[in-house]
């Protein structure tokens, strides 16, 4: 797209994003704003139990005042590779520490306001690690799904988390082809 | 979660989000602060084609700087149903109109910072509509693309808009069952 920048200016900045604010002048000679929620991205893990089954979490998510259950994921600390921010945060929030973490891909949350990527890994060969959790995830739950269980929780509107929902079937895809 | 809510407030109002930054402190008597986009949501639409193609667009995404492949989307107007959305931002983008526009479910785009809830849909019986794009979206492309295509697209990481991936498997999961 072809357009002008005039102004770019952080307004806010945030332990989990910046707001930054953009003015434009479009080749039609309109002007136009850009907000921009500017985000480090973060890592989102699939961890699948010796047993075949697939480890959540429950933990409440303060922008819907709501308990969600989601895959365990976490945001990158400044510089940091995002295998090893899957690696930190899957025993952090489930208390597993993985055998094998395999990149699955990444994806954008939100493309038209945020510059957020997801990493998106597997992990498998689990076993008992240690929790961690920060203050405001210590209400954090863990529970294990079979597959078909989370395409019926998906399916229902309960696991309703997009990171989830993404990273779900596309690590069901991976390991049936 | 237990939390006492000290001050909430909007620090910007913007067109696309609000910046709403809240001061608490914990149970544990430690303060935090959180950082909330204020979103009003949306709707995207899995167009079907009668030859059973899936129509998706190219648009440029400011925060990446980059042209994306996604679903059809927009933001709902203040009130909205998103519904008329939905048929709204199907034919300005991509020029179709729907004889049938079904909801697929609902999701959460990144609910540790942001409110935003798209409503997923799909459409079928598409006949030619009129095209009307904003500012910033002349440039947008429409493609056609089979269901096995668009599962190519983003196994290859061609397709990695979160929302577009959600919607796509669970209009397959809809269509197969």
Redesign the interface.
């Given at each position: 797209?072809n357009y002008k920048l005039n102004k770019s200016e952080v307004?806010?900045r945030?332990?989990?994003?910046d707001?930054q604010?953009?003015e434009i002048t479009?080749d039609?000679g309109?002007n136009?704003?850009?907000?921009?929620?500017?985000?480090a991205g973060g890592a989102v893990i699939v961890p699948i139990t010796n047993e075949g089954k697939i480890v959540l979490v429950k933990q409440?998510?303060?922008?819907?005042q709501k308990y969600?259950l989601?895959m365990p994921a976490g945001k990158l600390n400044k510089g940091e590779d995002p295998y090893l921010c899957a690696v930190r945060e899957l025993e952090e929030e489930t208390g597993y520490k993985a055998d094998k973490v395999e990149k699955l891909?990444?994806?954008?949350?939100?493309?038209?306001?945020?510059?957020?990527i997801?990493h998106l890994y597997i992990a498998t060969g689990l076993t008992p690690g240690r929790h961690n959790r920060e203050?405001?995830e210590l209400?954090m739950e863990v529970y294990e799904y079979s597959f078909e269980d989370v395409?019926r929780l998906?399916?229902e509107?309960e696991l309703?988390?997009?990171?989830s929902?993404?990273a779900f079937?596309?690590a069901y895809?991976?390991l049936r082809n």
């Open positions: 797209m307004l806010y945030g332990k989990v994003f707001l604010i953009d479009y039609s309109n136009g704003i850009r907000e921009i929620a500017v985000h409440f998510r303060y922008p819907f969600m989601e891909g990444a994806i954008a949350t939100t493309p038209g306001f945020c510059t957020e997801l203050e405001g209400t395409e998906i399916s509107g309703y988390d997009a990171k929902i993404c079937y596309m895809n991976k």
